[in-house]
């Protein structure tokens, strides 16, 4: 059965510190990951989308890694800030077509200043 | 802002009726897919339709069914409606895309808020 986990299933850090979130996944075949922000009463918002050959990308303060070996992924925060409180939502998707995604549960993120 | 619309925002059922939701897709793109989020959860997947086909569908039972149009806008709808279905239903459409990665890039909208009394 195709599983995505995250850890921490929540977090408090203090403005202008670094956190780092992260995704193991059992999804075969692996296809893509992506990391999703989804702020309170909305949709996700697509942050980074990475494929079998990238084990890094940045989209801003927001580093994704991955290593498709122990499939396992992080999403790095860099000098948070407030208006990064969200829920943050590890996604892989499988099959020659990547269409069948399987979604974490997300882990909330909470800045105080 | 997605691009992708989603209708009503909220909605109050109770046990046993029928509801539809309704999603419009960001222009050009061709796929949408729907999701129910309860609350403190992930988003579980509950189909897909490419071209107004289903193109995949999750665990989830015949009385969630939905439709898309040629216009590439769709319908989720829900029959004899339980407790347990009270969540977050969001829709997401994918672009035709150049590339394999833009194609499955998808555009989330803000959701309808589903409370089943």
């Known amino acids: 059965k195709n599983q995505v986990e995250q850890s921490p299933q929540s977090l408090i850090i203090l403005e202008g510190k670094n956190c780092t979130l992260q995704?193991?996944?059992?999804?075969?075949?692996?296809?893509?990951l992506r990391w999703y922000k989804q702020d309170t009463g909305r949709g996700p918002v697509s942050l980074t989308i990475m494929t079998f050959s990238e084990n890094t990308k940045s989209n801003g303060r927001y580093t994704a890694t991955l290593d498709a070996d122990t499939k396992q992924s992080s999403l790095h925060i860099t000098a948070s800030q407030l208006s990064d409180s969200a829920s943050y939502i590890c996604v892989v998707s499988a099959g020659a077509a990547g269409n069948k995604l399987t979604f974490g549960g997300g882990t909330r993120v909470l800045v105080k200043p | 802002e997605t691009g992708v619309t989603q209708s009503p925002t909220h909605l109050i059922k109770t046990r046993g009726q029928q509801v539809t939701l309704r999603c419009s897709s960001q222009?050009?793109?061709?796929?949408v897919s729907w999701y129910q989020q309860a609350l403190g959860q992930g988003p579980q997947f509950i189909f897909q339709y490419y071209r107004e086909e289903e193109n995949g569908r999750g665990n989830f039972p015949p009385r969630f069914s939905g439709l898309q149009f040629p216009n590439y806008s769709s319908e989720l709808n829900v029959n004899a409606l339980e407790l347990d279905d009270s969540a977050l239903y969001l829709c997401?459409?994918?672009?035709?895309?150049?590339?394999?990665?833009?194609?499955?890039?998808?555009?989330f909208g803000a959701g309808t808020r589903l409370s089943v009394l």
């Open positions: 997401a459409s994918s672009p035709l895309g150049q590339s394999f990665l833009a194609k499955n890039i998808q555009y």
């Open positions: 222009s050009g793109h061709n796929t």
């Open positions: 995704c193991n996944y059992t999804v075969s075949p692996f296809s893509n």
